[in-house]
T-cell receptor, first 114, second 117 residues
Framework: GALVYQYPRRTICKSGTSMRMECQAV??????VAWYRQSPQKTFELIAL?????????EQNFTQEKFPISHPNLSFSSMTVLNAYLEDRGLYLC??????????FGAGTRLSVL | AQKVTQTQTSISVMEKTTVTMDCVYE???????LFWYKQTASGEIVFLIR??????ENATVGHYSLNFQKPKSSIGLIITATQIEDSAVYFC??????????????FGTGTTVSVSP
C-alpha cells in the first residue's frame, strides 16, 4: 500500500534558528508533494505544492526564502523552516500523491519554538 | 474559487450506532475529487474514502460510506457500527481535476466525533 513517512515527529528549536523536515513515499512514486501547516484550531494552510517537472508553487504568505523545499526524486521531499519564530509553530504535514489523485499523508512534524 | 465547508464542529454518539457528517463544496471545475480523512489524537492524517465527481455510485469502504449529492454539492460521510477508536477529527477535502496532479487539496474545518461506550 501507499505509505508516507515524515520525520522528525517533533522538534523544538530556538527562536531564529532553522529546522528541516523530511518526507519519504513508500510503495508509490510521489509525483506531487504538498506541504501544509495546521494551526492549533485545526485549520490547514497550504504552504506549497511541488510537482515533478514543474516549478514549486508557493501559496500567498509563504515564500521559498522562508520555507525552501526540495523534491529531488519520486520518493523524497524535504522542507526547511528558516529563522523560525513563535508564529511558525504548528503541525507541518506533507502529503504525497502518485498521480492517482489521492493524497497520502505522513504523521506530521510538530514544531515548537522557544 | 474552491471551498469546502463542514458546519458540524462536534458530534457525540454511542458505540455501535451510526454517525453522519456533512460537507458541502464549491468548485467551478466539472471534474473533481472528494475525500474524507481522519486525524487521530497523535495528529496523523489517515485517508478513509474518496468519491470521483463523474461516478454516480456512492463509494463504500469497510464501515465508511458516502452520500454524494452532486446537485447539492454535498458529500456526506456515514460511519456505521461505530467503535471507540473512531473517535477523531474528520476532514472533508476536495481536489479539482485539472491539470492532472497539479492541484492541492482544500480542506474543510473538521468535525470532531466522540464515540462513547
Amino acid at each position: 500500500g501507499a505509505l508516507v513517512y515524515q520525520y522528525p515527529r517533533r522538534t523544538i528549536c530556538k527562536s531564529g534558528t532553522s529546522m528541516r523536515m523530511e518526507c519519504q513515499a513508500v510503495g508509490f512514486q510521489a509525483t506531487s508533494v504538498a506541504w501544509y501547516r495546521q494551526s492549533p484550531q485545526k485549520t490547514f494552510e497550504l504552504i506549497a505544492l511541488s510537482t515533478v517537472n514543474s516549478a514549486i508553487k508557493y501559496e500567498q504568505n509563504f515564500t521559498q526564502e522562508k520555507f525552501p523545499i526540495s523534491h529531488p526524486n519520486l520518493s523524497f521531499s524535504s522542507m526547511t523552516v528558516l529563522n523560525a519564530y513563535l508564529e511558525d509553530r504548528g503541525l507541518y504535514l506533507c502529503g504525497a500523491t502518485g498521480g492517482q489523485n489521492t493524497l497520502y499523508f505522513g504523521a506530521g512534524t510538530r514544531l515548537s519554538v522557544l | 474559487a474552491q471551498k469546502v465547508t463542514q458546519t458540524q464542529t462536534s458530534i457525540s454518539v454511542m458505540e455501535k450506532t451510526t454517525v453522519t457528517m456533512d460537507c458541502v463544496y464549491e468548485t467551478q471545475d466539472s471534474s473533481y475529487f472528494l475525500f474524507w480523512y481522519k486525524q487521530t489524537a497523535s495528529g496523523e492524517i489517515v485517508f478513509l474514502i474518496r468519491q470521483d465527481s463523474y461516478k454516480k455510485e456512492n463509494a463504500t469502504v469497510g464501515h465508511y460510506s458516502l452520500n454524494f449529492q452532486k446537485p447539492k454539492s454535498s458529500i456526506g460521510l456515514i460511519i456505521t457500527a461505530t467503535q471507540i477508536e473512531d473517535s477523531a477529527v474528520y476532514f472533508c477535502a476536495m481536489r479539482e481535476g485539472r491539470p492532472q496532479g497539479g492541484r492541492a487539496l482544500i480542506f474543510g474545518t473538521g468535525t470532531t466525533v466522540s464515540v462513547s461506550p
